[in-house]
């Protein structure tokens, strides 16, 4: 079976994402796909890897309940209205993970992280999607702990992909080098959930600037990391490299600037998983000057190959600004197959023209710069 997955791979992803990379996909935590797993990221200094009721900041803890999501195997999804099956096995049985690593004793569902961008559409990385067919894996909302070994993954959280909208797996030395998938969901999510504000041009990024990802390392439920920083912001515009704890199981998962506007999704990093003398693996950790590896594939070179493809949709806009954001008409739940809501407001830029625009940015603005004042007191930079 896993052969088989790898053989079906086209041929320049093949050569990417299994023998001749030092970087390579950060791949599927799924015990199915030992094979196919590749590399992960390393753990700079202290682990920053958090819970959601660890994160002091509300508005991380709202990007963990409406936008974050993990890519699970369909074999964990059960009934007829579809919800999480009892168990799935821990992490340490699916990857030979020491018990006392941290989270090794924690169940493993995922293989992969993806960010809700629009109300129908979700954003992951490009390799994730070919490790299984779309029948065979559903998007998982909720997917984190609430309060120690309590998910919030609940009824009507589990929504199916139908699509992939638009998709980039580039080997090495590709210029630019893309890895991302645009997935559409069978129908709108409701306003429980909601798009996270994103950059639609490449975001003004410096090095040692704050980053801030969700994701599910090794596939256990999604925890943030709000320690990393930018190495380096390449002038090509397709990746920006990171020192970020991330880890497999993380690809697809969201990377947010100080202000929490994404910036990009974790696509590659270096392995973070090494034997130990006593028979199972242990996490690599380096000290915090060790230059990072982790790429963050840009969110705004993702979008441009989704409105390539549907250019109606309102995120596609030209007047939609710098920093934008799904448009609150598409909140009301939809029937699948209806049509795409296209309309004003999802703008979050200063002096945007479209209805509620001028109201949200300065509103935005203004949260922006008090949150990112007390970071930059609150936390030395790396």
């Not at 974050?68 to 821990?90: D, F, K």
Request: glycine share 10%.
């Amino acid at each position: 079976m896993e052969r088989k997955l790898i053989a079906l791979w086209p041929r320049g992803a093949r050569l990417a994402c299994v023998a001749i990379l030092p970087l390579v996909c950060v791949s599927c935590s799924d015990g199915l796909l030992a094979s196919a797993r590749l590399q992960q990221a390393v753990v700079h200094g202290d682990d920053g890897r958090r819970e959601y009721f660890e994160a002091a900041d509300p508005l991380v803890q709202q990007r963990f309940a409406r936008s974050s999501v993990a890519l699970i195997a369909n074999r964990y999804v059960e009934g007829s209205t579809p919800h999480l099956s009892a168990s799935a096995p821990a992490w340490s049985k699916n990857h030979d993970v020491c018990p006392d690593e941290v989270f090794a004793d924690q169940p493993a569902f995922a293989f992969c992280s993806g960010v809700l961008v629009d109300w129908d559409l979700v954003l992951t990385a490009g390799h994730c999607v070919r490790f299984l067919a779309l029948a065979d894996f559903s998007i998982a909302f909720g997917y984190y702990y609430v309060e120690p070994a309590k998910l919030d993954v609940g009824s009507g959280d589990l929504v199916r992909p139908v699509e992939i909208v638009a998709e980039a797996l580039d080997p090495d030395g590709v210029e630019p080098r893309r890895d991302f998938a645009w997935l559409r969901l069978e129908h709108r999510v409701n306003s429980r959930f909601q798009p996270v504000p994103f950059y639609s041009k490449p975001p003004p990024l410096r090095e040692k600037d704050p980053v801030i990802t969700i994701g599910a390392p090794g596939g256990v439920p999604l925890k943030v990391d709000d320690s990393g920083s930018v190495a380096e912001v390449r002038n090509q515009g397709d990746f920006f490299i990171a020192g970020t704890d991330t880890s497999d199981g993380w690809s697809g998962g969201a990377a947010y600037d100080a202000d929490l506007v994404l910036t990009g999704i974790l696509s590659r990093g270096a392995p973070d998983l090494i034997d130990s003398p006593r028979g199972c693996r242990v996490a690599v950790h380096a000290p915090a000057e060790v230059s990072a590896a982790e790429q963050f594939t840009f969110g705004a070179l993702a979008l441009q190959a989704l409105c390539k493809r549907e250019p109606s949709r309102a995120i596609c806009a030209a007047d939609c600004g710098d920093i934008c954001q799904a448009p609150a008409e598409a909140e009301a739940p939809a029937e699948a197959g209806e049509g795409l809501v296209v309309g004003g407001g999802c703008s979050l830029s200063r002096g945007a023209s479209r209805g509620g625009g001028p109201a949200l940015a300065l509103i935005f603005a203004g949260i922006a710069a008090i949150r990112l004042s007390a970071r930059r007191r609150a936390r030395p930079t790396r």
